[in-house]
Every structure is written in structure tokens, then in C-alpha cells.
């Protein structure tokens, strides 16, 4: 479990987190949305120490990270994995060099046994024939799972995954957002996922919290999102008329009443 309470960051005079908490559990998905720049990266940055916020506190499993010292950090950092925006594959290595690195980096595993590890997470992403293969040769796809797999291969109890879907199209978004929720279930890993994908939102949202302008503006599930009647929310998700009449007919669904003026699929009333 993670714990935000009361952060706050400025950049110069500019607030650009504002006294924001939440509590993000393990084995479920917790996703950061809202639109660009309302400070979702800025939130996942000072919750894995990139950034340092000017009051407020971060913990892990109940231990503060504000007030840990370098050596803890360090340990805490280990158990963190990351999926960056645009992958940051490194170019020059190939796929086994890059699921590879973190394990070189902090392990002192035989060769064959980093091999070994490096060829499961491959699997467990459905990377196969792709070892030898450089990242300028994998589609975004494969990049982000390739991504996907460098992340957890230190078994990692906290992932955090900034835009996991950009610039991919809406089926290959699906199958990164189930491979992600699966594996944060499978290894009850306290996952966080900055995106503005409203399918994802939906999908695999099981936390929600919804920035606006550096304040938390919601919070809640993808199951209460759609009874929401947080304005600024519901037009930021449900953007387009096709998805508010979408929403409405869930609405009606699960309780019988259109939600307000609007009557969708109603014949005028002579
Ligand atoms: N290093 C920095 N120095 C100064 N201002 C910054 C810095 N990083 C971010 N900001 C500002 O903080 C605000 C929030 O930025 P942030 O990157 O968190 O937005 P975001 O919600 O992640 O947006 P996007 O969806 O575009 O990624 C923006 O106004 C941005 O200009
Ligand atoms: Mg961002």
C-alpha cells in the first residue's frame, strides 16, 4: 500500500500539487487522470522520489518514505518498478540487454540465471523470438511490453506506469491495460497508472483519482464514476455527446431513472 497525505509541490511561485492524499492499495490497479498538465506526473515523481515535495508525506506499507534516509530509500527503490513515458528503451542494447539491466544492476545472479529470469518476464508479456531483436525493430506495442517486462523483473511490490498507452491505438491499448491488471493481481503489486485513456479508466480503474489543476477534484472507482456528479469530471471523461448518452444509458440501467433533463431514446410526447 501506498500512502499520499497532504503533498504539496510549487515550481517558483506556480502550485503545481496541492495538498493532495490518497491511499493506493496493493493488487489493484490506481490510476492518476486528468487532462494535461493538472500535475500527474509531478504526483507519480514525488511518490518515487524524483521529486521532493515541499511538505507532506509518501509511505510505503506503512514506513515513511519523506523521512527515510538514503540507505532505506535505496531499498525501497528496489521493490519499484517503472514503466516510462515512450518506453526509454536504450537503442543500442538489445531486447534480453534491456529486461536484463535492472538485474545487472542490482543483482549478483550467475548469467544463466538472469537469462533464465530475463527469458520468463518475456514470456509472461508474450515476447517470444524477440531476445536478439533491437528495439528500432519492435512495433509500440511490443516496445511497451518489452517495457512492461524490464519492470518487473526485479519482482517489484510497487509499479508505476506514466501513460502506458500513448501512442498506441485502442486494441493494443486494451491488451497493455490487461497485462498490467493481471500482473498486478497475479503478484498483488500496488500499481499506479497515470493516463488520460478513457478506456482505461474504465477498464481497469479500480482506484481513481482525478487531478484538477494540481488539486484532487475526485476519487473513487470505475464503477462510481459513472453515478459521478463531479461536473468538471464528468466532462473531462465522458467528453464527447456519444459518451455522455453512454453514461446516462448505464445509468439507467443500473437504476431505472435518467439522471437528468435529457431522454435519451424517448418518443416525443404528442
Ligand atoms: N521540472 C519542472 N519545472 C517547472 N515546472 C514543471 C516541472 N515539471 C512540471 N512542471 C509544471 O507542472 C505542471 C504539471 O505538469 P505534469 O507534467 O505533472 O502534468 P501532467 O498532468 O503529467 O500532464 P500530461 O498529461 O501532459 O503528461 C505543469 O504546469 C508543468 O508545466
Ligand atoms: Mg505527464
Not at 545472479?109 to 519492435?138: C, F, G, H, M
Not at 435518467?258 to 404528442?270: A, V
Request: include cysteine.
Amino acid at each position: 500500500m501506498i500512502e499520499v497525505k497532504n503533498i504539496r509541490k510549487s515550481f517558483g511561485d506556480k502550485i503545481v500539487i496541492n495538498n493532495v492524499s490518497a491511499t493506493m492499495k496493493a493488487g489493484q490497479c490506481n490510476l492518476i487522470i486528468g487532462s494535461s498538465g493538472s500535475g500527474k506526473t509531478v504526483l507519480m515523481k514525488c511518490m518515487v522520489g524524483l521529486f521532493e515535495p515541499d511538505s507532506g508525506e509518501i509511505l510505503y506499507n506503512g514506513h515513511s518514505f519523506t523521512e527515510m534516509g538514503v540507505e532505506e530509500r535505496t531499498e525501497v527503490r528496489k521493490e519499484i518498478g517503472m514503466l516510462f513515458q515512450g518506453s526509454a528503451l536504450f537503442d543500442s542494447q538489445t531486447v534480453e540487454q534491456n529486461v536484463m539491466f535492472p538485474l545487472d544492476m542490482f543483482t549478483k545472479w550467475t548469467q544463466q540465471k538472469k537469462q533464465e529470469r530475463v527469458n520468463e518476464v518475456l514470456a509472461r508479456v508474450n515476447i517470444t523470438d524477440a531476445n536478439k531483436k533491437y528495439p528500432a525493430e519492435l512495433s509500440g506495442g511490443m516496445k511497451k511490453r518489452v517495457a512492461l517486462a524490464r519492470a518487473i523483473v526485479l519482482n517489484p511490490k510497487y509499479l508505476f506506469c506514466d501513460e502506458p498507452n500513448s501512442g498506441l491505438d485502442p486494441q493494443t491499448s486494451l491488451v497493455i491495460d490487461k497485462l498490467i491488471q493481471e500482473i498486478t493481481k497475479e503478484y498483488n503489486i500496488t500499481t499506479v497508472v497515470n493516463t488520460h485513456d478513457m478506456n482505461s479508466v474504465m477498464e481497469i480503474g479500480n482506484y481513481i483519482l482525478y487531478m484538477y489543476q494540481g488539486n484532487k477534484e475526485w476519487e473513487g472507482s470505475n464503477k462510481e464514476i459513472i453515478f459521478s456528479k463531479n461536473e468538471r469530471l464528468n466532462q473531462f471523461i465522458f467528453a464527447s455527446e456519444f459518451l455522455q448518452d453512454a453514461k446516462e444509458m448505464r445509468m439507467l440501467e443500473e437504476t431505472g431513472r435518467i439522471p437528468h433533463h435529457r431522454n435519451i431514446g424517448d418518443t416525443p410526447q404528442s
